[in-house]
């Protein structure tokens, strides 16, 4: 089992930033890779960014390619996601997945069988 929690969310106006968290427990950190994904009202959650169990690798969403990041301290057993010029449309509630067996889709909701209970970002214009 693995536990994961959110926290950082918050408003923010349009153009401004904010870094969202997610803290690991009951499993080897180092051994997990970790997404980010979001959910806007009456819609789909949608993949935001993905970083291998060792921070080597990374991938985005094209959306936020250049805005978002994502790290991890693997001695802290978080995941971060640094959001930079924030747009109301980034407005949704941001979960971050644990991946332990990597198959392939690091975009789906299906490739990850850990969940968070989500932070809410709200961006005003």
């Known amino acids: 089992q693995v536990q994961l929690v959110e926290s950082g969310g918050g408003l923010v106006q349009a153009g401004g930033s904010l870094r969202l968290s997610c803290a690991a427990s009951?499993?080897?950190?180092?051994?997990?890779?970790m997404g980010w994904f979001r959910q806007a009202p009456g819609k789909e959650r949608e993949f935001v960014a993905r970083i291998s169990s060792n921070g080597a690798n990374t991938y985005y969403a094209d959306s936020m390619k250049g805005r978002f990041t994502i790290s991890r301290d693997n001695a802290k057993n978080t995941v971060y996601l640094q959001m930079n010029s924030l747009k109301p449309e980034d407005t949704a509630v941001y979960y971050c997945?644990?991946?332990?067996?990597?198959?392939?889709?690091?975009?789906?909701?299906?490739?990850?069988?850990?969940w968070g209970q989500g932070t809410q970002v709200t961006v005003s214009s």
């Open positions: 997945a644990a991946d332990i067996f990597y198959s392939g889709s690091y975009y789906s909701t299906k490739e990850y069988e850990y």
């Open positions: 009951g499993r080897t950190f180092r051994d997990l890779a």
